[in-house]
């Protein structure tokens, strides 16, 4: 199983970038980890509620050019509306299938939905120059081995370099080859750290993530333990008893 087909199964509520504003200082970061500079030519797929990083990305690291994309008429509307001077920064509205991607030194997107990034990989490999790169959330497409990590940002360059397995891949960006309960834990803790998740909620999606990363580890043969740990089956409970959510039918035997 590749990467993000690994990612898929979790919670997309607590991975998706679209539905949910995101504070600008998390931009920021990632854009400085992306090395945008004036060089580029940035596109943003499925930007959604989060039109003012295009500003960010245009007006502070002053991109040559911003080009959002979305399918949803609402995010597009809103953007056109809202992004008062829009000179260096266009809106689309358009599908994958439709997008050109040849002027793009450049990509973000933040979704899990396979067969889009199955698609969008095609025209990446196809229509991308060498050197471009592109920048994902917790894991790069198919079994694409990053250029570089800031976990959960990850970075690859073209031309790309691919895994033989998905071991070899979760190394690649996590470090270690198997992923433990403690490693779960704390990609987890990275995760809501990097993403600036209000305190309120931190706990909650720390135990839902990390008990699904550890799940999901277990269930495509790169959990490091032999067993099922303790803390797994307590915090599954938890998550049972306190908050009607039962993972145990995503647990393989």
């Known amino acids: 199983m590749k990467i993000d087909e690994f990612i898929s199964n979790l919670p997309s ?10 504070a600008d200082s998390v931009f920021r970061n990632l854009f400085k980890f992306s090395n945008l500079s004036s060089k580029d030519v940035f596109y943003y797929i499925g930007f959604g509620n989060n039109n003012k990083s295009l500003e960010i990305a245009k007006e502070e690291f002053m991109v040559r050019k911003v080009i959002g994309i979305d399918d949803n008429e609402k995010f597009v509307t809103n953007a056109k509306n809202q992004i008062k001077d829009s000179h260096g920064i266009e809106i689309l509205k358009t599908s994958i299938e439709a997008l050109n991607l040849s002027e793009a030194s450049i990509l973000f997107f933040w979704f899990n939905d396979l067969i889009l990034i199955d698609k969008l990989k095609q025209k990446i490999e196809k229509e991308m120059k060498i050197g471009s790169r592109i ?38 960006i996590y470090g270690n080859s198997c992923i ?4 779960s834990w704390v990609l987890s803790e990275k995760y809501i ?25 277990w269930n495509n043969g790169v959990a490091c333990e032999k067993e099922i740990p303790p803390p797994v089956e307590s915090y599954i409970g938890i998550l049972r008893t306190f908050f009607n959510i039962d993972l145990t039918e995503m647990l393989k035997k």
């Open 13 to 22: 509520e607590v991975i998706s970038g679209q539905d949910i504003t995101i």
């Open 135 to 172: 920048v994902t959330i917790l894991s790069p497409p198919g079994l694409m081995l990053p250029s570089k990590v800031d976990y959960p940002f990850i970075m690859c360059k073209k031309p790309f370099t691919y895994a033989s397995e998905l071991k070899q891949q979760v190394k690649a």
């Open 180 to 183: 433990d309960f403690t490693a």
């Open 193 to 217: 750290k990097k993403l600036e998740t209000p305190t309120q909620y931190s706990r909650f999606i720390n135990i839902l993530l990390s008990m699904t990363i550890w799940i999901n580890a």
